[in-house]
């Protein structure tokens, strides 16, 4: 009798220590629960002024974050987190113009001519998980990107000289005139050139020896900066 009962006590020894080890995995799960972590975001820009057909370049990066009370790193590859940059022309509403694949830290957008108009430009960390910490969403603060006309020019020499001028994009101005100014002590009026359905415009300026310095002034229409394109006559007889 003596055996069966040491069986049963070894058998009831051996549930208890189950039963210690299981509650002991219970009582300790919370120490490891996700926490959740601020974060931040930033938009990078090469310049914020460009002229209309430009090469551009942006970037968005989420870079740092609050977790577990100390200053931590965005990891590179969270689950489920993205970087997007977005665009709006009225700073208010907005739309996603470049994004990366999920689990992706920042996001780019550039290439030649990419924005057609001046626009408002921001960053947005769309949120993530990695090893038991979840990072928050966040917004940078909007950047103003201002595109401006493009305007080339060349000259024919004579009398006076015969300059030629060429807007990009021609779009609302086709038909109207744009200011010319003279350089005589301070900028000054000299005339107002008509500007073709090309967005060329010409005309007839005199020089000095010394070379006479004029400006042609292209407003701001149309979504797209003003500009004023700087030009010099000279005489040499």
Excluded at 41 to 62: C, Q
Excluded at 184 to 212: D, H, I, P, Q, Y
Aim: charged fraction near 20%; proline fraction near 3%.
């Amino acid at each position: 009798m003596a055996r069966p009962l040491l069986k049963r006590l070894a058998a009831l020894a051996a549930t208890a220590a189950l039963a210690f080890t299981t509650m002991s995995t219970v009582a300790a799960a919370p120490a490891h629960a996700d926490a959740v972590c601020t974060s931040s975001v930033v938009l990078n820009a090469t310049t914020r002024s460009y002229e209309y057909g430009d090469y551009m370049s942006f970037r968005a990066d989420a870079r740092t974050g609050t977790c577990r009370g100390e200053d931590s790193y965005i990891p590179s590859s969270p689950t489920g987190g993205a970087t997007v940059i977005d665009a709006s022309t009225d700073g208010r509403t907005w739309s996603r113009v470049a994004m990366t694949s999920s689990g992706s830290s920042y996001a780019y957008l550039y290439g030649t001519g990419i924005l057609k108009r001046s626009v408002f430009l921001r960053a947005r960390y769309i949120g993530g998980a990695y090893a038991g910490s979840t990072w928050s969403s966040s917004v940078s603060a909007p950047v103003r990107i201002n595109v401006y006309r493009k305007v080339t020019a060349r000259f024919r020499s004579g009398a006076r000289a015969t300059g030629i001028f060429r807007i990009t994009p021609a779009a609302g101005f086709a038909g109207k005139k744009v200011l010319v100014q003279v350089k005589k002590g301070k900028w000054r009026k000299a005339k107002k050139l008509r500007v073709n359905r090309k967005g060329v415009a010409r005309g007839k300026f005199s020089g000095t020896r010394r070379g006479t310095k004029y400006r042609l002034v292209v407003p701001a229409r149309g979504g797209l900066g003003g500009v004023k394109y700087g030009f010099s006559i000279r005489r040499y007889y």
